[in-house]
């Protein structure tokens, strides 16, 4: 089945730029997400690529798709302590129907 | 806006014991889903359900029965309640189309099973 994998952890500096990575083994990707996780609380939808695009910018956040390598990238410019969270990728694969599969989840911890 | 409710933010029950976990979404979604989230595993789905009375099993459905008798509402049973069981559960819901299949959430139970 498919595989959607994170690195558990990230910390950076308050202001600084966060990139989270995430890599999945399944090429018939059709969509991507980004999902965000704040302390006790679901997961909502941050932004989500089409699978034939590069690259889509929403504000803060720029989400970059590599299909050939088949990796996936959030960056969050100007990162502030709001956006302490869990980050979660996503993809829906053909032949996955109407299901998610979830990556492992990114803590993003910011300092001062 | 979307709204899905779980019945319960917390739920401490016993091993053996019988547990309901109730999921209410308002938007009239075809598709419902139960996950459980454990550190450094992400979410993995138990169940899921497209239509009302359907469901479909997940990847970790062992031990878990849910129950789709409206479209509005997914519950999910844990038949007998195990330590191992001890877990966020999260529901989530989404529409049909041939548009992108975003699940929107439900602000989870964390069960603990003593």
């Known amino acids: 089945g498919e ?41 909502q939808l941050l932004t ?8 889509k910018q929403d504000q803060r956040l720029t989400v970059l798709l590599n299909k050939k390598d088949k990796h996936l990238s959030l960056r969050i410019a100007d990162t502030q302590t709001g956006d302490s969270a869990i980050y979660f990728c996503a993809g829906s694969f053909t032949g996955g129907g109407n299901k998610l599969t979830f990556g492992t989840g990114t803590q993003l911890k910011v300092e001062l | 806006d979307v709204k899905v409710t779980q019945s319960s933010r917390y739920l401490v029950k016993r091993t053996g014991e019988k547990v309901f976990l109730e999921c209410v979404q308002d938007m009239d979604h075809e598709n419902m889903f139960w996950y459980r989230q454990d550190p450094g595993l992400g979410l993995r789905l138990i169940y899921f359900s497209y239509d009302v009375k359907m469901k479909e099993k997940g990847d970790i459905p062992e031990g878990y029965s849910v129950s789709r008798e409206k479209k509005e ?30 699940q929107y959430f439900g602000p989870g139970t964390r069960l603990t099973v003593t």
């Open chain 1, 48 to 55: 989500y690529i089409f699978s034939n695009m590069d690259m």
């Open chain 1, 3 to 43: 595989d959607v994998e994170q690195s558990l952890f990230l910390s950076v500096r308050e202001g600084d730029s966060s990139v989270i990575n995430c890599t999945y083994t399944d090429s018939s990707s059709t969509y991507l997400y980004w999902y965000k996780q704040e302390p006790g609380a679901g997961l």
């Open chain 2, 73 to 102: 509402r997914f519950s999910l049973i844990l038949e007998s309640a195990s330590t191992n069981q001890t877990s966020m559960y999260l529901c989530a819901s989404s529409p049909t189309g041939t548009g992108g299949y975003e």
